[in-house]
């Protein structure tokens, strides 16, 4: 049971616009610790998709988004194209500065 | 640009101890911050330690505490994760990743482990 909670899946049509939400706590993304989003496609290692809640390393299409608020962050991603079909993970931190991941989220592009 | 190469694929039996290293390429090993992250078969990822720069110390969690070594060779640029007294339940990928302001922006392709005896 992750610390940080996501749906286990979602799913959308191309084109559609789809949200991951990632929950926690006050000890952690509500204690003001950043959330960090990544998307690792099948059988390759994870890769940065938001850092600091709602920005984008260079090379993400602005089709991702983040936002944070109180205890919760979410993920948006718009134009789904198949493509993104991937797993999910939000990243943050709690007080001991022990690091965290949510449980993932499979996304199916229909 | 930073590159991450981790060593190759691990079988162990239970109890044994098992190394992955991690060579660093584009920086050294002083300039980044090297964290570890486990991922069990169609699992989601799970931080095990790594070095907070703010005090100089490696924080590890929890749950591996006692167990887990993270260790670097700056002459090398070579980072190391020694898992010991190992179980069925540490089969999985194990990836360094380098740390900036909280977030992993450059991961390892992974070393599988596998436990079985």
């Known amino acids: 049971q992750s610390v940080l909670t996501q749906p286990p899946s979602v799913s959308g049509a191309p084109g559609q616009r789809v949200t991951i939400s990632c929950t926690g706590s006050s000890s952690n993304i509500g204690a003001g610790y950043d959330v960090h989003w990544y998307q690792q496609l099948p059988g390759t290692a994870p890769k940065l998709l938001i850092y600091g809640n709602s920005n984008r390393p260079s090379g993400v299409p602005d089709r991702f988004s983040g936002s944070k608020s109180g205890t919760s962050a979410s993920l948006a991603i718009t134009g789904l194209q198949a493509e993104d079909e991937a797993d999910y993970y939000c990243?943050?931190?709690?007080?001991?500065?022990?690091?965290?991941f949510g449980g993932g989220t499979k996304l199916t592009v229909l | 640009q930073v590159q991450l190469v981790q060593s190759g694929a691990e079988v162990k039996k239970p109890g044994a101890s098992v190394k992955v290293s991690c060579k660093v390429s584009g920086y050294t090993l002083t300039e980044l911050s090297m964290h570890w992250v486990r991922q069990a078969p169609g699992k989601g990822l799970e931080w095990m330690g790594g070095?907070?720069?703010?005090?100089?110390?490696?924080i590890y969690a929890q749950k591996f505490q006692g167990r887990v070594t993270m260790t670097e060779d700056t002459s090398t640029d070579t980072a190391y994760m020694e898992l010991s007294s190992l179980r069925s339940e540490d089969t999985a990928v194990y990836y360094c990743?380098?740390?900036?302001?909280?977030?992993?922006?450059?991961w390892g392709q992974g070393t599988l482990v596998t436990v079985s005896s």
């Open positions: 990743a380098t740390s900036s302001s909280g977030y992993y922006h450059a």
């Open positions: 070095f907070d720069p703010e005090d100089g110390e490696t």
């Open positions: 990243q943050s931190y709690d007080s001991s500065l022990s690091g965290l």
